[in-house]
């Protein structure tokens, strides 16, 4: 199916998950599902990911659950919240070989609240952030990753917060850009209100805008999964 935007009850539907989040329910309105969200979500990816082979020719963009998209129910094995569904829907654009929340990627997520673009790694898991602090005690790689993430808080995107409290193992307050080595996860991104756009095929056209304009930041991430050890 070719996409000229997202189904006009995606936003309706996701509401009704809200108000009857149980699997009887979802059972019940399982084609529906498949109508206003999954089959518009697989023909975004195709879309979406022949936009991004202009800036990533080898991008992952894989139009099935657990490829770029996300399963509808939630993992509730570790969670308060055992809610079984989502009520946000996740779409991810990968590159690399590593596991899609492991790379770094083009995200793409909307609820009726928000539609939320960014560019990022969710979080660094242990063996990349080893990669990451080795990485950024090169005055230089940490002086051309806060320029990135400076241009992009200018251009309005949001970026990443300090995690961690103490500085680790071979960094002090004393060094240049020290913050950057309190994250533990990297991304800048933009939350826009839905609105016409999001129905029709110009979310395309800003989406590939945002992701154009973080690309730097993609890029920089992409080169810093390179230097991961398994």
């Known amino acids: 199916m070719e996409f000229r935007g997202f189904h006009k009850d995606s ?5 009704e998950i809200k108000q009857n989040n149980n699997k009887v329910w979802f059972e019940e309105n ?3 599902y498949q109508e206003v969200i999954l089959e518009p979500c697989r023909s975004f ?4 990911g022949e936009h991004l082979q202009a800036l990533v020719p080898f991008i992952k963009a894989q139009p ?3 490829g770029s998209l996300f399963r509808i129910y939630r993992d509730t094995r570790f969670s308060k919240d055992k809610t079984p569904m989502k009520t946000k829907i996740g ?9 899609r929340t492991e790379s770094s990627s ?17 979080t660094f898991h242990c063996q990349l952030l080893k990669a990451y602090r080795e990485h950024i005690k090169d005055e230089k790689n940490r002086e051309r990753l806060h320029n990135i ?10 970026t990443s917060e300090s995690h961690y409290k103490r500085y680790p193992k ?3 307050k004393d060094d240049s850009y020290s913050y950057l080595s309190l994250f533990n996860t990297i991304h800048g991104a933009k939350s826009i209100k839905p609105n016409n756009e999001f129905f029709s095929l110009d979310i395309v056209d800003r989406a590939y805008k945002i992701y154009e304009d973080l690309f730097p930041l993609q890029q920089w991430l992409y080169e810093l999964t390179l230097e991961v050890e398994y």
């Open 91 to 99: 779409i991810v654009f990968w590159q690399g070989v590593q596991k």
């Open 149 to 158: 993430l400076e241009d992009i808080k200018a251009k309005g995107y949001e």
């Open 30 to 32: 399982k084609s529906r």
């Open 64 to 66: 099935k659950i657990n």
């Open 45 to 48: 990816v195709v879309e979406m």
């Open 11 to 15: 936003f309706k539907f996701l509401q």
């Open 170 to 172: 071979g960094f002090s």
């Open 106 to 122: 083009f995200y793409f997520q909307f609820s009726p609240e928000e539609v939320f673009i960014a560019v990022g790694v969710r």
